[in-house]
């Protein structure tokens, strides 16, 4: 089916561990976007991608690596997981940016760090 | 500095009532507006938007407001139904400076009561 995928739905790991959050979208978008939601903080910007090889950070980026080798594709990794980040993370794409329409998340991943 | 706000993080409103969330933003580049709707254990989905060259946007029982002098907007819901229950995020982008990715606010828990 079409549509934006993420996987794991649920993770738990351990500190120090790394961590890979999938995610894949079969509209071709161009851009894609990497998002954190937590309690008192709302969704925050972790980084996004304007086409595959091109890579932004956005308001939270410490700690985080993406990379985008093909369009369909954006995963998320914590190379070294710490408790700060347990959180829902959310994966979204747009073919305008996200700025002048709709961003099309996915059902979210949610992880612990403990 | 947070620059897309809403201050209350939840409401409650009977059913058949109006609901009204608030929004304001402090980034006077912002030039359009969205609305994201999030049930749980879901990614958010888009509204509604609404571009800063009008004033008022409506889609069914949803209406935006847009108050640029004082950098204001709001969501109505007209009437209210049960369904309606989730957490709205207001979100907003500077569309005129280029592709530059949304900035949420913190999301205002919704409920109705029948």
């Known amino acids: 089916d079409a549509g934006i995928t993420q996987s794991p739905r649920y993770k738990i790991t351990e500190t120090g561990r790394q961590v890979t959050l999938m995610c894949h979208q079969t509209?071709?978008?161009?851009?894609m976007f990497w998002y954190r939601q937590d309690l008192g903080h709302g969704l925050r910007l972790i980084y996004y991608?304007?086409?595959?090889?091109?890579?932004d950070k956005g308001e939270v980026p410490d700690g985080y690596v993406v990379s985008r080798s093909k369009t369909e594709n954006f995963p998320l990794t914590l190379e070294s997981a710490t408790r700060s980040q347990t959180s829902v993370y959310f994966c979204a794409s747009s073919e305008w940016g996200g700025d002048t329409g709709e961003l099309f998340f996915g059902e979210g991943s949610r992880l612990t760090v403990l | 500095d947070q620059q897309v706000k809403q201050n209350s993080p939840s409401l409650s409103v009977q059913e058949g009532r109006i609901s009204i969330l608030n929004c304001d933003y402090t980034n006077s580049m912002f030039d359009y507006f969205l609305w994201y709707k999030k049930y749980p254990a879901e990614g958010p989905t888009f509204l509604i938007s609404i571009s800063s060259i009008k004033d008022k946007n409506e889609d069914g029982r949803f209406t935006v407001f847009l108050n640029k002098s004082a950098k204001h907007l709001s969501l109505h819901i007209v009437p209210s139904q049960p369904g309606d229950s989730a957490v709205y995020f207001c979100?907003?982008?500077?569309?005129?400076?280029?592709?530059?990715?949304?900035?949420f606010g913190k999301g205002t828990r919704l409920s109705v009561i029948a």
């Open positions: 509209w071709s978008h161009s851009y």
């Open positions: 979100a907003a982008s500077a569309l005129n400076s280029g592709n530059t990715p949304l900035v």
């Open positions: 991608s304007a086409a595959a090889d091109i890579t």
